[in-house]
């Protein structure tokens, strides 16, 4: 992810691991990421759309709560680097330029979970 759009952190408890940790949010057009700080949990979401004349957010209330976070960034479509209004679901998440009122929207996609590599004699398969 080179293009440098969102990049922002949000304290708040891991949905996967629980501690209170930095949940770190970027977002550029191709996808958006929200990467837990202590246990590496990973969320990757696709865009779905991206408008400048819808109001409101695309956001459902998920499994979890909705984060609402606010940062600066430079807007993809205004080139104005002002405040931007994040909502991240569950399933979604939503970018929003305060300026010119451009939307990016996004669906969950994948995610994954950090391991540790277990040592062999763990391991209970044949070689």
């Not at 956001?59 to 609402?68: H, K, S």
Request: hydrophobic share 30%.
């Amino acid at each position: 992810m080179s293009e440098r759009f969102i990049f922002t952190r949000h304290r708040t408890d891991c949905y996967h691991c629980g501690e209170d940790a930095d949940q770190i949010i970027k977002a550029v057009s191709a996808q958006a990421q929200v990467v837990c700080s202590a246990c590496g949990a990973t969320r990757i979401f696709v865009p779905r759309f991206e408008d400048t004349g819808a109001v409101g957010t695309c956001t459902p209330i998920g499994r979890y709560d909705v984060w609402e976070v606010r940062t600066d960034a430079p807007c993809k479509n205004c080139g104005v680097t002002g405040p931007h209004d994040l909502a991240v679901g569950s399933g979604h998440m939503t970018t929003r330029c305060r300026n010119c009122g451009y939307a990016h929207f996004y669906r969950f996609n994948l995610e994954y979970i950090a391991q540790c590599p277990l040592a062999d004699e763990e391991v209970s398969a044949p070689p």
